[in-house]
């Protein structure tokens, strides 16, 4: 229904897709992201500009290693972390199908042979942390943002929204992707073919409805 909504109408999840804080980080920090795991790598990363497809499936890598999307060594996908507790939580939990399955639909599509999903922590962007400087001095109700005691609060919130102080090495973890068996393409594909045939058939039927 994602799907649906968004060919027909470019409408997406608002609860979902438009998590306004997430979003705004990600966006605003993915140069900084990129940046990060390309120095910790040694490589020089590219961004993405365009959708890459084939015949069954679709979708926007964020980077690549490679001359061309189409001839890239490597796909990575970005994820970056919301904070530090969130970060060491990616590590600890391993990789999510979600992630693995998109990562090898995007080595499909560009025939790479190497996928990854990157996790990255940077910093947050100076507008959320003047945002939270503003929520922590109403909370305090205090009107003299240089007091000691709004101070003292203001270098420990600081600490869970700057993280340079942590060595870029550790700020950036990585999991592997191996690329789709035989099986598991074949899988895939059929299983995009099903899903074609119930969209048709919903869309004859919402197309009809109250008519």
């Known amino acids: 229904m994602e799907h649906y909504a968004w060919v027909t109408e470019q409408a997406v999840s608002v609860t979902k897709e438009l998590d306004i804080e997430y979003f705004d980080k990600g966006r605003r920090q993915e140069a900084e992201a990129i940046a990060l795991l390309s120095e910790v790598d040694g490589f020089k990363y590219k961004k993405n500009e365009a959708r890459v497809f084939n015949d069954f499936l679709s979708g926007e890598p964020d980077i690549f290693l490679g001359a061309d999307i189409y001839k890239a060594i490597a796909i990575y ?82 600490k869970s929204l700057e993280f340079s102080r942590i060595p870029k090495h550790k700020r950036v973890f990585k999991k592997k992707v191996e690329p789709f068996t035989d099986f598991e393409r074949q899988r895939v594909y059929e299983k995009v073919k099903i899903c074609r045939e119930w969209l048709f058939n919903f869309d004859e039927m919402y197309q009809s409805l109250n008519k």
């Open 77 to 158: 996908d970005t994820k970056v972390a919301w904070d530090y507790p969130g970060f060491l939580k990616k590590i600890n939990a391993g990789l999510e199908n979600a992630n693995k399955q998109q990562i090898q639909g995007y080595c499909d599509i560009t025939t790479s042979g190497e996928g990854y999903v990157a996790d990255v922590l940077v910093d947050m962007p100076e507008t959320i942390i003047n945002d939270y400087k503003y929520r922590l001095a109403k909370k305090m109700d205090v009107i003299d943002i240089y007091a000691p005691s709004f101070q003292v609060h203001e270098d420990k919130l600081m």
